[in-house]
């Protein structure tokens, strides 16, 4: 053997440990989408229905409500302010009981607007105020820690400008803490523009498995999870307990989660109780908001995982379930790996034999897929009913989402190894653009990302690459081999799809 042909052995080699070690990552967490789907299940099935004349019960029978503060995080919110402080005034709680916090960071022309609107329902009698900083110091943790300092309420809920909480979301949410030991109740977010594009539909249904699947998978059996950043409420108590809003994570909300349930506090999670928001709708929007999350659960891993390993007090599945959540960002990588090696690893099955083995396991990868593919049909029935015409409509959303999924990968696992490696940077707020129609606008918008970004252009070139994937699957034998054939036709139509949409936004 050569050096040339030693050389080459070993960079196969390296190309399969790689790709095993991230089948591995992807096959822990499919796994562990099934242990939840399980838990899922049997919620599902020992839940009684909640009644709203319950709800109202607790509500008329109990004269010693608790004190809530409202905290809404804003920055530059001009499009959804007036929308977000309507429906929040609207919301049904006694006067006495009810303080709102508008905790404005804003610095452009929605400042007037909002302080309008916050004169107007002051003088009816309903206790807002506008808060504002010097400075944006850990921007929206350091937003809700100010408020904090300043809330009278023993119990905080928080929303984000995009939220539409309705009338009834204290007199369902707030009952829950007759139990001392909840420090969170978080609600299920539904989809006000669900409906708008084939993105906006891809991203519901990936927020949806996280609440239906994820969520109540680990609120019903005790597991840990998290509070989402809004749609929640929290127990004051909980929060100065667990060490206040942090900003040194692009995710302050899961960084603060963890820290919480790490101190013994319960959280639980309302999967019928819905908050209606807006889904981003631009390409920009949308990779800022999924580089945020990313980066963010890479960094909490970094901040938390020893502490949840350390933690003798909490039982073992549950810190295996932790660290798996927490790890749960960086499965883009193992995404993006697997996809990357595909290619190569098509021309060292057909140059060494020896290897034989090792392409029986990567069926790994197809099993993960239809695992994926059962569990997420549960949620799609919870959203959209059961029958033969939504499974159809199922099919074609899971590959829309699916396929989305894989084109992310390269932009997402950039944030995950930012996040991993500690490089810090902005936190980039999700511009809204109160989109609800097919036929509402969001060109030429105010708060429009206008920047452009290299990475349209590597996807474009990832397109290609997976292109020639297609085509090696005729050059690597006489016979062909066409075992990745659909896996590379499938990247190369979502890194298309990415390019030419961000090209287009």
Excluded at 214 to 242: H, M, P, V, Y
Excluded at 271 to 298: L, Y
Aim: charged share 20%; aromatic share 14%; glycine share 6%.
């Amino acid at each position: 053997m050569t050096l040339q042909d030693y050389m080459i052995l070993i960079l196969a080699n390296l190309v399969i440990i790689l790709y095993g070690g991230a089948l591995i990552l992807i096959l822990i967490y499919c796994l562990t989408q099934l242990n939840l789907l399980s838990n899922f299940l049997v919620s599902e099935k020992s839940k009684k229905s909640n009644s709203t004349d319950a709800d109202e019960q607790y509500y008329i029978n109990n004269p010693n409500l608790p004190m809530v503060t409202v905290q809404l995080p804003i920055y530059n919110e001009f499009n959804v302010i007036e929308r977000l402080i309507d429906s929040v005034c609207a919301i049904d709680y006694p006067k006495d009981k009810l303080e709102i916090q508008v905790l404005d960071d804003s610095d452009d022309e929605s400042m007037e607007l909002t302080q309008q609107i916050v004169n107007h329902y002051s003088e009816q009698g309903i206790l807002i105020n506008r808060i504002t900083r010097k400075n944006r110091d850990n921007f929206k943790a350091g937003a809700l820690k100010y408020g904090l300092e300043r809330a009278n309420g023993e119990l905080i809920a928080i929303f984000d400008a995009d939220f539409l909480p309705q009338k009834d979301w204290l007199q369902k949410t707030v009952k829950h803490f007759e139990d001392p030991e909840i420090g969170v109740i978080q609600t299920r977010w539904s989809h006000l523009n669900r409906n708008f594009s084939v993105l906006t539909e891809a991203l519901a249904f990936a927020l949806d498995v996280h609440f239906i699947l994820e969520q109540e998978g680990r609120s019903t059996t005790g597991k840990f999870l998290n509070f989402n950043g809004t749609a929640g409420i929290w127990r004051k108590k909980c929060i100065l307990d667990a060490g206040n809003w942090q900003g040194d994570t692009l995710t302050e909300d899961l960084d603060l989660s963890f820290r919480a349930q790490l101190k013994n506090w319960k959280f639980k999670f309302l999967i019928d109780v819905e908050t209606p928001a807006e889904i981003p709708v631009a390409m920009s929007a949308i990779r800022s908001q999924q580089f945020r999350w990313n980066k963010g659960g890479a960094e909490n891993f970094q901040k938390n995982v020893w502490k949840l390993l350390k933690s003798k007090h909490i039982p073992l599945s549950t810190r295996f379930h932790g660290v798996v959540h927490l790890l749960s960002s960086s499965v883009f990588l193992g995404v993006l790996l697997i996809s990357l090696l595909s290619v190569p690893l098509l021309y060292i099955k057909e140059a060494y034999p020896i290897f034989d083995w090792f392409f029986i396991l990567t069926a790994f990868f197809i099993t993960c897929t239809l695992i994926f593919f059962y569990c997420y049909w549960f949620v799609h029935k919870k959203v959209y009913g059961g029958g033969t015409h939504s499974f159809v409509h199922y099919v074609r959303r899971f590959i829309i989402f699916y396929t989305l999924a894989m084109a992310l990968s390269l932009h997402n696992s950039i944030a995950v190894i930012q996040g991993h490696l500690r490089i810090k940077s902005s936190f980039i707020r999700t511009p809204k653009f109160n989109i609800l129609s097919n036929k509402d606008s969001w060109i030429n918008n105010r708060y429009l990302v206008k920047s452009k970004s290299i990475y349209p252009y590597l996807e474009g070139l990832l397109a290609v690459y997976f292109l020639f994937g297609m085509f090696s699957a005729f050059l690597v034998s006489d016979s062909g081999d066409f075992g990745l054939f659909i896996f590379h036709f499938v990247l190369f139509l979502g890194f298309s799809t990415v390019f030419f949409q961000s090209l287009k936004h």
